[in-house]
C-alpha cells in the first residue's frame, strides 16, 4: 500500500518494533509523539499502549485511505494553497502562482475527477486530445504545470512515485 512504500520517518502516525519494545509514533496538534511500550509492562501501562496502538493504528488507516483516494483536484488544491502561501517572497513567486492557477484551469476539466495514484500515460494523452486546438508553447506549457503538481505530491508523499514520468513534451 502507498502508506507501507514511505520511510517510517516520512509517516504521520506509525508503529514499530524496536528491539525490545513497541514505537508509536503519532502526530497532534501539529507535534510529533512518541510512547515506548515495553514488552513486559503492567496493567495500566499495558492498557495505555493498547489504547494509543488502536488510535494510531486507526490514524494510520485513514492516512492511508486519504492519499489512496486523492484525486488531481484535490492534489492541485493542496499545491495552489501551498504556492498562495509563498506568494508573499516576492513578484516572481506571485507569478507563478497565477500561472500554476491558469494551468490547473486546465487540467482540471479534464483529468480533475481522477485518483493520483490510478494516472498513466492515457491520461496525459487524454490531455493532450482537449488541447488538440493550441499552440505546442500553450500544450507545453500546460504540462509542465501538471507535471509541477504531481512533482510536488510525490515529494511530500502524497502519491507513492511519478505516475507519468514519460511524456514528452511537445
Not at 484525486?71 to 507563478?96: C, H, K, P
Not at 494523452?125 to 486546438?133: K, Y
Not at 507545453?140 to 514520468?165: E, H, Q, S, Y
Amino acid at each position: 500500500s502507498l502508506h507501507d512504500a514511505l520511510p517510517i520517518w516520512m509517516r504521520r502516525n506509525s508503529v514499530s518494533w524496536h528491539v525490545d519494545s513497541w514505537r508509536f509514533s503519532k502526530t497532534l496538534a501539529g507535534k510529533r509523539r512518541y510512547f515506548y511500550a515495553p514488552a513486559s509492562i503492567g496493567p495500566k501501562e499495558r492498557a495505555k499502549a493498547e489504547r494509543w496502538m488502536h488510535e494510531t493504528l486507526q490514524a494510520i488507516e485513514s492516512e492511508r485511505t486519504s492519499l489512496e483516494r486523492l484525486t488531481v483536484a484535490g492534489l492541485s488544491e493542496r499545491y495552489l494553497a501551498w504556492m498562495a502561501g509563498r506568494a508573499d517572497r516576492g513578484e516572481a513567486a506571485l507569478l507563478t502562482l497565477k500561472a500554476r492557477q491558469a494551468e490547473a484551469r486546465a487540467f482540471l476539466p479534464v483529468l480533475g475527477a481522477r485518483e493520483v495514484s490510478a494516472l498513466t500515460l492515457t491520461d496525459t494523452d487524454a490531455l493532450m486530445t482537449a488541447w488538440s486546438g493550441k499552440s505546442p508553447a500553450t500544450v507545453r506549457n500546460r504540462l509542465i504545470g501538471f507535471k509541477a503538481v504531481v512533482r510536488w505530491g510525490v515529494k511530500r508523499g502524497l502519491t507513492p512515485a511519478d505516475p507519468i514520468p514519460e511524456v514528452e513534451l511537445p
